[in-house]
């Protein structure tokens, strides 16, 4: 329990709340932006880099881009208010929430035992991740490949599919 | 309190935060995100095991995060572009409005 | 005495760490690693500006500045002056923080990213083992700031600007990364020292720089490529389009943040040709053998101000491309062609060494160029330009 573990989670949390309070879509995903990079900061912390930088690389380069142009496109012409966002939805929602969040406190304070985790500071070099991605994982790399190559072929049909109906 | 447990209450805070996002917005890009959050806090707990377990050289958490991390960037790029194709029909992302099955 | 030379500063260094009591070592030590980049990069990028407006002036015909001191080198601090003493204007419905946020998230990404630059023999603030993958997730970071600085302001240009500047980065950062990663494989490792140091032999007089294999040659072209039009240069200005949308996304900008944004910039021009260098030029790493006397971070400036002059060169002599240009040069072309360079160097290093491996990958490839310039030519890029209401 560090100064700077403290600090990281703090970061991380108000980031990821205000992502999901605030009403403006694009203070969201820039907030939902400050969270992850403190996220990642954690995954830097815990000795896991090539983690931590993917996460910056995929999360801030790719994802929350993506987010801001999905937000730039179906920018609604009538403003949008909350009308729909009931009081007793708003309430189910968050009570269903910290339900979830007690339950989960509960398993974490009465199910682990400290003394049977290993003391060690691990560190997954990039060498070391490598190695296991092309020997022992390689069977599931080949497939997440196909698989992020499915994802860009789909994603680009759905974005021109209705264009070309129109003409 | 361990360093374990102080991970994995930030883990479940970050997944309680998700949840109430993907539950209580109805913006559908926000709810995206709020299910992308959920995801990062299963990574933590991911990682966070992963440094405190016994054999950390076996690399099974980092392996998980990375293949996690490979399907959330498709889930994010599909559903995105979903979004983008039900805003040309109808219009709005507005979750409620849209509500129709054959529009 | 070279040897000497050659590590003056890392010298320099541990002889005043000498003096620092032993409570404040790691501080002191960073400081004095990351202090050097403060101040030698903006001071470069100040040389960089002179330089380019007075290579841009008589490139066309003109003298460029030649008021402010002798034959117009006070100019940096004339221009300086000037931004730090203009007034600041916010738009009223601009987006007051984020506003703010844009030019520093800006320009502390362009300043992360010189982090794991080697700039010398043991020259380098942190050598991480993922140091390239450092440097492509904070350059990352940049095309938010880029966003962020557009719609905050709440004016058209700067959102069709910034638009157009992230749809541009983001199609170029692919083929960056890739053409890139023929040197990780080449040097089996991520970290930019170990990558630097395997190219720092000689054969005869001749270095082992990646830049002298066909895939290398290939790679840095295409790196180069990707790089300008990451940085928004001529010819793929077009998110700044004076003519079109004025400046881009930081129309809004005034004063000292107008200052930023031009910082960085120029900064993150450097970084690129920087990681350039580091990747197919040998970092710090001398051309000749007979050369190695002369120390290493001359070499690695060098190097740096000789890939500014071809940016400059670059910018007096091309066109600007229109969008669809842009976008068919980049998916049509540059991304196959990096994805065809990293087969092809996996088969150089399978091959039996010596004159069969040169002839089939550089035949390989030139095939694979001329194939996919043919494709590019068939969607008619180059068609004879017609003029319907003028002719």
């Known amino acids: 329990m560090t100064i ?138 080949e497939i997440i490949g196909v698989l992020l190559t499915a994802a860009l072929i789909g994603a680009g049909v759905l974005a021109i599919e209705e264009k070309e109906g129109n003409q | 309190m361990s360093p374990l447990s102080g991970y994995l209450l930030l883990s479940a805070v970050l997944f309680s935060i998700g949840l109430s996002g993907a539950l209580t917005r109805r913006n559908a890009i926000i709810v995206l995100i709020g299910i992308e959050l959920m995801l990062n806090a299963a990574n933590l707990n991911f990682i966070a095991f992963w440094h405190y377990s016994p054999h950390p050289e076996m690399l099974t958490g980092v392996m998980f995060v990375i293949f996690s991390i490979g399907i959330a960037a498709a889930e994010a790029a599909v559903g995105l572009s979903i979004i983008v194709a039900v805003y040309r029909h109808f219009r709005t992302t507005d979750l409620d409005k849209i509500s129709f099955l054959k529009g | 005495m070279p040897e000497m030379i050659d590590q003056i500063f890392v010298l320099l260094k541990h002889w005043i760490m000498g003096y620092v009591p032993s409570g404040l070592q790691p501080v002191s030590s960073a400081i004095l690693s990351v202090l050097p980049v403060i101040v030698v990069f903006p001071l470069l990028f100040a040389i960089t500006t002179v330089l380019e407006r007075k290579g841009l002036g008589r490139m066309q015909n003109r003298y460029g500045p030649n008021r402010a001191g002798p034959w117009g080198i006070l100019q940096p601090a004339a221009d300086g002056i000037k931004s730090l003493t203009k007034e600041d204007i916010v738009p009223r419905s601009s987006d007051q923080l984020i506003h703010l946020m844009a030019p520093i998230v800006m320009v502390i990404a362009s300043f992360l990213v010189y982090t794991v630059v080697p700039v010398g023999r043991n020259m ?236 089939v990958v550089s035949l390989l490839l030139l095939f694979s160029c001329f194939l996919l310039s043919r494709g590019l030519r068939r969607n008619k890029w180059f068609q004879e330009r017609t003029y319907r209401f003028a002719s």
């Open chain 1, 4 to 141: 700077s573990f403290l600090l990281l989670a703090a970061i991380t949390i108000i980031g990821t709340a205000a992502a999901m309070s605030l009403k403006n879509a694009v203070h969201c995903v820039l907030a939902l932006t400050l969270g992850l990079v403190g996220l990642a900061a954690l995954y830097l912390q815990l000795g896991a880099q090539f983690i931590g930088l993917t996460q910056i690389l995929v999360y801030v380069g790719a994802v929350a881009i993506l987010a801001v142009f999905a937000i730039m496109m179906t920018r609604n012409r009538n403003q949008e208010t909350a009308s729909t966002e009931s009081g007793s939805f708003r309430l189910s929602g968050t009570l269903t929430a910290l339900l979830l969040f007690a339950v989960l406190a509960w398993a974490i304070f009465t199910g682990i035992s400290p003394q049977a985790l290993g003391g060690a500071q691990p560190e997954a070099s990039v060498h070391e991740v490598g190695v296991a991605l092309m020997q022992r994982f390689v069977l599931p790399l």
């Open chain 3, 124 to 359: 380098v603030v942190a050598d991480l083992n993922a140091g390239v993958l450092f440097f492509f997730a904070i350059g990352s970071m940049v095309e938010l700031a880029v966003f962020m600085a557009g719609w905050s302001s709440r004016s058209k240009y700067s959102l069709l600007g910034a638009m157009r500047a992230i749809a541009q980065m983001i199609s170029y950062e692919m083929p960056m990364v890739l053409s890139g990663i023929v040197a990780i494989m080449a040097a089996g490792s991520l970290s930019t020292v170990t990558i630097v140091n395997m190219q720092a032999g000689y054969t005869g007089i001749w270095p082992h720089w990646y830049l002298f294999t066909p895939w290398g040659i290939t790679g840095y072209i295409l790196f180069m490529i990707a790089a300008t039009a990451e940085s928004n240069r001529c010819p793929f200005d077009m998110p700044e389009g004076e003519s079109e949308i004025i400046a881009g996304y930081f129309i809004e900008y005034s004063g000292f943040k107008f200052a930023l944004f031009f910082v960085a910039e120029y900064l993150g021009m450097m970084a690129t040709s920087a990681m350039a260098i580091t990747l197919f030029l040998g970092g710090w790493a001398a051309p000749f053998s007979f050369l190695t006397w002369i120390p290493s971070w001359f070499w690695f400036f060098a190097k740096l101000l000789l890939m500014m002059m071809i940016f400059i060169w670059i910018r007096g002599t091309l066109p600007r491309l229109r969008m669809d240009q842009l976008m068919n040069f980049g998916w049509k072309f540059m991304l196959p062609l990096s994805l065809i360079n990293i087969f092809s160097a996996g088969l150089w290093h399978y091959l039996p060494s010596g004159f069969t491996r040169w002839s």
